[in-house]
């Protein structure tokens, strides 16, 4: 684990070990959220990693729930 520090505008600079590791490249959009008191920022995944994952999804079902929450 390393610290950093957040400047007067709210930005952090990510350890070059970090950017490394995850080889992060200047200008790459990440998503940064809030998880039970902590902040958590992570690269978007790959649409080769997504392949898969709305499998077995219902979509009548969740587009009715859209369309009843709205």
Known sequence: MQTVTVSPKFQIVI?????EKMNLKAGQKLFIYEVDGSI???PPRSVRELRGIAKGIRWEEADRDHTDRH
Do not use: C, G, N
């Open 15 to 19: 350890p070059k070990a970090v950017r």
């Open 40 to 42: 958590r920022v992570e």
